[in-house]
């Protein structure tokens, strides 16, 4: 028996799934988000100490049986994190030291797409995700600029795609970034659960935001995605971010990529000919 401390992004455990779904033997997992490891009968769910917003939500929401009082072995206990200085680290290199493993040759999601039938019904659409700034993360140097989403969405529009905006906002603790993109739907005030968040990254032509829990997922699905980056160059640059299977992922890079450690530092996120390079990306 194996037990994982496991990290509590949404992100991070999409890339954890493709680790321990190489695991043979019964792992016991804390976790904020039980439904990526749908599938993976091997694994148990501990409950996971958070008090951030979204996550905490998803607990309470889950139907997932939790394992209460696990006893085991200091020595059969893992912890996984990242975080090494810029040029040293990287998410799945430093998953791949905790883990003891090599990653997987893909990583994958679950089908949630055929769970919903009125996702499927969506027809053709683009999934975008606004840029916000929460108060529990406070990371204003990750964000790129709010108008690039915005120009992208409205191009969208005018190529007649539908569009449908997904955010989870509330008073005083996630809030949206001016401009807001325009969006044929708009799902902003968490109405969606994980699955159904998961499964219009599946069907979506393309998925368009910063950076976050849309990269991981857009290359388990091989959909076409355009993220545009912003600072906080560090620990959200593409070859630290990313995993070199074959996908569809492309990323919008400042002209001056702001490499920096500094979640509130004052990165320069220009990129020239923003328009005309998503339109060529299109």
């Known amino acids: 028996m194996l037990y994982i401390k496991g990290m509590h992004g949404l992100g991070d455990n999409i890339y954890q799934r493709g ?9 016991y997992l804390e976790t904020p988000w039980p439904q990526v490891y749908e599938g993976l009968e091997h694994v148990k769910f501990v409950r996971p100490n958070t008090k951030l917003r979204t996550q905490s939500k998803n607990i309470e929401g889950t139907e997932v049986e939790w394992v209460e009082n696990v006893e085991h072995n200091p020595k059969n206990k893992l912890r996984i994190h990242y975080g090494k200085p810029k040029g040293t680290g990287g998410i799945i290199r430093e998953m ?10 893909y990583f994958d999601l ?16 683009a999934l975008v995700r606004p840029v916000t ?10 964000n790129p600029k709010a108008e690039y989403i ?13 569009v449908i905006s997904i955010a989870d906002l509330k008073p005083k603790e996630e809030w949206l970034i001016k401009p807001v993109p325009y969006a044929s739907k708009r799902f902003h005030k968490g109405e969606l659960n994980i699955k159904e968040l998961l499964a219009l990254v599946q069907c979506s032509k393309y998925t368009i935001g910063g950076v976050g829990w849309i990269v991981p997922a857009s290359l388990c699905y091989n959909t076409k995605a355009w993220i545009v980056l912003g600072g906080h160059g560090a620990y959200n640059s593409p070859e ?25 530092h004052d990165c320069n996120k220009e990129i020239s000919d923003y328009e005309s390079k998503f339109a060529e990306w299109l």
């Open 19 to 27: 680790f321990i779904k190489q695991i043979k033997h019964d792992v």
């Open 96 to 105: 791949r030291e905790c883990f003891g493993m090599r990653p997987p040759t």
């Open 150 to 162: 915005a120009k992208s969405a409205e191009m969208l529009k005018d190529m007649g795609v539908k």
């Open 110 to 125: 679950p089908d949630f797409a055929s769970q919903f039938s009125w996702i499927q019904d969506l027809g053709e659409f």
């Open 240 to 264: 630290f971010i990313m995993y070199k299977q074959p996908n569809q992922v492309e990323f919008a890079m400042p002209d001056n990529f702001c490499r920096c450690r500094d979640m509130q």
């Open 133 to 142: 700034e929460r108060k529990e993360w406070f990371n204003k140097a990750r």
